[in-house]
Nanobody, 126 residues
C-alpha cells in the first residue's frame, strides 16, 4: 500500500491558490477514509480535510469555504484545492488513507493506523 504525493507544494502570496494531489497504489482505496493533514515545526500534525468512501467531507474550521477535498475512485487519487490561502496555512501537507468506513478528522485517530504519503511544503507569504 503506497500513497505518492504527486504535487510538490509551493510558495504563494496570501490570497493565492495551490492544488495538491496524491496517488494511491497497491490497493484500491475506494472503501477507505482519506484525508489531508498539515504540520508546522514544533506542533502536532492536524487534520485539514477528510472524505469518506461515500464522498462525505469534513474540514478544519479555519479552512472551510476555502479548501476542497475530492477523490477520484476510478483513478485512485485524492486532491486538495486550496484557495484564498493565508499565512497560517503554511506547513508540510500530507495525504493519508485508512481502511475503515468510519472517517475522522482527528489526527489521534489517524496516528494509530494509516498509510501516509510523503510531505509537501506549502508556504504562504508576502
Amino acid at each position: 500500500q503506497v500513497l505518492r504525493m504527486e504535487s510538490e507544494g509551493g510558495s504563494v502570496r496570501p490570497g493565492g491558490s495551490l492544488s495538491l494531489s496524491c496517488a494511491a497504489s497497491g490497493v484500491t482505496y475506494t472503501t477507505y477514509c482519506m484525508g489531508w493533514f498539515r504540520q508546522v515545526e514544533g506542533k502536532e500534525r492536524e487534520g485539514v480535510a477528510r472524505i469518506d468512501s461515500d464522498g462525505d467531507t469534513a474540514y478544519l474550521d479555519s479552512v472551510k469555504g476555502r479548501f476542497t477535498i475530492s477523490r477520484d475512485n476510478a483513478k485512485n487519487t485524492l486532491s486538495l484545492q486550496m484557495n484564498n490561502l493565508e499565512p497560517e496555512d503554511s506547513g508540510v501537507y500530507f495525504c493519508a488513507a485508512r481502511a475503515t468506513s468510519y472517517c475522522s478528522l482527528r489526527y489521534s485517530w489517524w496516528a494509530t493506523d494509516a498509510v501516509w504519503g510523503q510531505g509537501a511544503q506549502v508556504t504562504v507569504s508576502s
